[in-house]
T-cell receptor
Framework: GAVVSQHPSWVICKSGTSVKIECRSLDFQATTMFWYRQFPKQSLMLMATSNEGSKATYEQGVEKDKFLINHASLTLSTLTVTSAHPEDSSFYIC?????????????FGPGTRLTVT | TQLLEQSPQFLSIQEGENLTVYCNSSSVFSSLQWYRQEPGEGPVLLVTVVTGGEVKKLKRLTFQFGDARKDSSLHITAAQPGDTGLYLCAGALTGGGNKLTFGTGTQLKVEL
């Protein structure tokens, strides 16, 4: 159980275009999902918390108009990188929060490699 | 300033050796998780520790949560090439809305 998928697994786009990344919880419902960004050989950086049915909460320094998050259902959150530029090239990972007993645990998707040319 | 510091950053060892990875902070965490990540993939949850002083074992991996819940360690016995990967600790701050703060990461390479 607790499987999270992401689509696409990798994408190459031209500068100025927009790219949408999907994050799905396959065998459970998730009211809260998280979006992270990871640069090579570095740790994960939280970008935003995606809440089903409400607006996402963005971390300091993350442009909400550039990284649009929509959590329209209990199994799907999307991240749209608008007007992408080469500096947006990165590995984007989502996670879904699961209540395990009295604890919340996070399960991660396999990530999406974005390259902007 | 990074909230969770991991050491060492990089570790290259021979198969069969033992190793310990440390995760340190000045903040108190309600829980702490350890993940392993392989290149091009998402992190995979290894363990969650909650109680100060708690020790959990997962085959050759031993995880310990500090008494004050500010630090943790991961000890691997008789490392194997399959243990190679990026090890990440992540803590949930008390009152932090269950958001995880990730450590700086430890890149482990186990060679034959």
């Amino acid at each position: 159980g607790a499987v999270v998928s992401q689509h696409p697994s990798w994408v190459i786009c031209k500068s100025g275009t927009s790219v949408k990344i999907e994050c799905r919880s396959l065998d459970f419902q998730a009211t809260t999902m998280f979006w992270y960004r990871q640069f090579p050989k570095q740790s994960l950086m939280l970008m935003a918390t995606s809440n089903e049915g409400s607006k996402a909460t963005y971390e300091q320094g993350v442009e909400k108009d550039k990284f649009l998050i929509n959590h329209a259902s209990l199994t799907l959150s999307t991240l749209t990188v608008t007007s992408a530029h080469p500096e947006d090239s990165s590995f984007y990972i989502c996670s879904a929060r699961v209540l395990a007993g009295a604890l919340y645990e996070q399960y991660f998707g396999p990530g999406t490699r974005l390259t902007v040319t | 300033t990074q909230l969770l510091e991991q050491s060492p950053q990089f570790l290259s060892i021979q198969e069969g050796e033992n190793l310990t990875v440390y995760c340190n902070s000045s903040s108190v965490f309600s829980s702490l998780q350890w993940y392993r990540q392989e290149p091009g993939e998402g992190p995979v949850l290894l363990v969650t520790v909650v109680t100060g002083g708690e020790v959990k074992k997962l085959k050759r991996l031993t995880f310990q949560f500090g008494d004050a819940r500010k630090d943790s360690s991961l000890h691997i016995t008789a490392a194997q090439p399959g243990d190679t990967g990026l090890y990440l600790c992540a803590g949930a701050l008390t009152g932090g809305g269950n958001k995880l703060t990730f450590g700086t990461g430890t890149q482990l390479k186990v060679e034959l």
